[in-house]
């Protein structure tokens, strides 16, 4: 079984940075295009970083590039989303998510695993 968890969030001012991190264990992580999605409140899950098997194709959705940086370690089995320059329309739920496949997709229905979520709020 394969199980992910978020950790890394929380409350931050406007401009400054957190970084999430997702370990997953089961599986294997190699094999696995890894993604990062968020949710507002009120909003439908979105698409916000992905990351291909050994990290060389990364994707972002556009609101975020130039701030977000997704990375990855295949010998931990972890998926990383360093934030810079936070914004409050930045605050959501935030997911890391998998999918066993050579592509590097941004839809939420295309990955098979999920986090459980975890909350990162930007306001003074």
């Known amino acids: 079984q394969v199980q992910l968890v978020e950790r890394g969030g929380g409350l931050v001012q406007p401009g400054g940075s957190l970084r999430l991190s997702c370990p997953v264990s089961g599986g294997t992580f190699s094999t696995y295009v890894m993604g990062w999605f968020r949710q507002a409140p009120g909003k439908e899950r979105e698409f916000v970083a992905a990351i291909s098997w050994g990290g060389g194709i990364v994707k972002y959705t556009d609101s975020v590039k130039g701030r977000f940086d997704i990375s990855r370690d295949n010998t931990k089995n972890a998926v990383y989303l360093q934030m810079r320059n936070l914004k409050p329309e930045d605050t959501a739920v935030y997911y890391c998510?998998?999918?066993?496949?050579?592509?590097?997709?941004?839809?939420?229905?295309?990955?098979?695993?999920w986090g459980q979520g975890i909350q990162v709020t930007v306001s003074s």
């Open positions: 998510a998998a999918v066993n496949t050579r592509q590097v997709v941004i839809t939420p229905d295309k990955y098979d695993y």
